[in-house]
């Protein structure tokens, strides 16, 4: 049985992705400790909260340095929402923070946006890239998927990197990935059975 790890570093949506994955038929083990992340085949990194605390509190409990030991073995790591951002090189979300840096690119404050947060469901679209990757297995271009987020990455100039794209006032990075590291903004634990098929995905990866 695949053993997928949920990294717990005290703050973050972990019931409703662990019982995403529970419905699949899959159970999740809690990573509350940076020395656990070597024994998963799988790590999600969720997300709720403010970019700069919580990427705090994930160097002061040395995840940081185990996530970039993890990505280093070749084995795929999710980061949902938040932990999609914390993925990037920097946010601007309160201050500038430094990220985690798997990803090139920056978290920036929406510009245009007609209301913020942006919550509820909206249209994501496949680039050439997203369209034949393995992580989107079965999803159709243009299927809705369910957000709450007040920033998003900005990572146009590394168009390789984006597997779908949303608009909202923006447009910006829906689902992201490089190699063995993938994030996606919406949730797919709140998006049905689009979100549900992503995670299944993940998980045969």
């Known amino acids: ?3 997928i790890g949920l990294i717990d570093y005290g703050a973050g949506n972990l019931g409703s992705v662990r019982n995403a994955f529970g419905f699949l038929g899959y ?3 809690l990573a509350q400790s940076a020395d656990s992340l070597s024994s998963f085949d799988k790590l999600v ?3 709720v909260g403010a970019f700069g605390d919580v ?3 994930i160097k002061d409990k040395g995840f940081d340095e185990a996530m970039r030991d993890y990505a280093k073995s070749g084995r795929y790591l999710l980061g949902i929402c938040l932990g999609m951002q914390l993925l990037f090189e920097k946010s601007y979300e309160f201050g500038e923070h430094n990220g ?3 990803l090139r690119g920056e978290v920036v404050p929406f510009a245009h946006a007609p209301k913020i947060p942006h919550i509820g469901w909206n249209q994501c679209f496949f680039t ?3 369209a034949q990757h393995k992580l989107l297995a079965q999803l159709k271009n243009g299927e809705y998927l369910y957000f709450v987020h007040s920033f998003h990455a900005n990572v146009a100039q590394y168009s390789d990197e984006l597997l779908m794209c949303c608009e909202y006032g923006d447009r910006f990075p829906a689902i992201v990935g490089k190699d063995n590291i993938l994030g996606i903004q ?3 634990e709140k998006s049905h059975k689009a979100g549900l098929q992503i995670l299944q995905n993940f998980i045969q990866l």
């Open 1 to 3: 049985m695949i053993k």
């Open 128 to 130: 050439p890239n997203g």
């Open 55 to 57: 990427m705090q509190i």
């Open 27 to 29: 159970e999740v083990c």
């Open 45 to 47: 990194l969720p997300g």
């Open 100 to 102: 985690l840096g798997f």
């Open 186 to 188: 919406p949730h797919p």
